[in-house]
DNA sequence: TCGCTCTGCGACAATATGCCGCATCCCTGT
DNA sequence: ACAGGGATGCGGCATATTGTCGCAGAGCGA
């Protein structure tokens, strides 16, 4: 931490949804922070590599590497940079890999720039209320073919086949965003 | 089953459904487990302030205090012992949760004691865990179909509703299926 | 009895799936 | 450099499964 306390705080964004990314980015200057942006984990990798980041919003699903490398990574250099990882794709299984990986908030798109600051401040709270709805099939089955696919480290044509399904429809499944509940 | 059977692995099991619980502790035990069972966290909490176990299974939704606290309790009192969340009522925000509250895995159920024991990790059985095969989707969507059914005291209309699923695609899906498993 | 919900089931349209093939890539051993 | 093997993404098409409607009967409390 600086000790000047107007410093801007610095925020590397990855994501590989340009679109996204300049709203964001916008949103987030507005907050203070000194936001650099990168595309995919290897153009992130020499940005962040001669200073880290005091903040990091990451992508999980992207061209190239997972962003889940890039988690790990970005902790290890500083185990202070708070990291919230974002992505369209949530899943449990991808959620608690990227807490044990050093995440510091697990949030699924869309999510506003406030939620994300939100995010970065947030503590572990024992007393979270739990929601009485149950899952719904929909959303247990992509959790549960989320969770085979983590264990495969991501091989799709080995998971369609533990799960004895045809891998195309594995692909759609997968294709498909999540839904609530 | 083919390693030495050196002395049994002390296990602390809470979970509110009777049943569910009998169940699984007689499948951990056939694994060498020693398990302790308990329905609530204030019934837990006795039973582990002496010495804490080396494993543990935890449900979040009980009667009482959620059993986040208990996960970070046990964290706390020995950060070497493997915590496995299970639950019915799996969410992202809660998985995000207790894993920062110290818990090695989190798992959704319906979940076996073979995943419950891969979930702690490596140890175990590496035979076990190598030829344990995830189960299909068709078998986890019937199993957590039963389970709201028995929740909602058979009530299809309820159950549908619960799952937002059609009440016909329920009674087309439990027709097919009249012996379950 | 009225009004409400649950239930089983037929029918048809909208989706999803199984299964084919094909064109890339990315390894790895030759 | 090359072939072989596997993984991936995707179009297309026949078939299976769902979503959605409607209807009639049963149970239940006011």
Chains 1, 2 share one sequence.
């Not at 185990?79 to 919230?84: G, H, L, N, S």
């Amino acid at each position: 931490m600086n000790t000047a306390p107007n410093e801007q705080l610095s925020l590397l964004l990855v994501d590989d949804d340009a679109t996204f990314c300049d709203v964001l980015r916008r949103a987030l200057e507005k907050r203070n922070f000194s936001v650099t942006v990168a595309h995919s984990v290897e153009q992130a990798l020499p940005l962040v590599q001669p200073n880290p980041p005091e903040y990091a919003v990451v992508d999980l699903k992207m061209g190239g590497a997972s962003g889940l490398a890039l988690v790990q990574l970005l902790h290890e250099m500083d185990p202070a940079t708070r990291i919230v990882v974002l992505t369209g794709y949530a899943s449990i299984a991808t959620a608690v890999e990227a807490i044990k990986l050093g995440a510091t908030q697990y949030l699924s798109k869309p999510a506003n720039a406030d939620e994300i600051v939100a995010a970065f401040g947030h503590l572990a709270d024992p007393d979270l209320s739990l929601n009485a709805q149950p899952a719904s099939v929909e959303r247990l089955e992509w959790e549960h073919i989320n969770r085979i696919l983590q264990e495969n480290g991501g091989n799709i044509s080995a998971t369609a086949r533990a799960l004895n399904m045809h891998r195309r429809t594995l692909q759609r499944k997968l294709a498909k965003r999540p839904s609530g509940g």
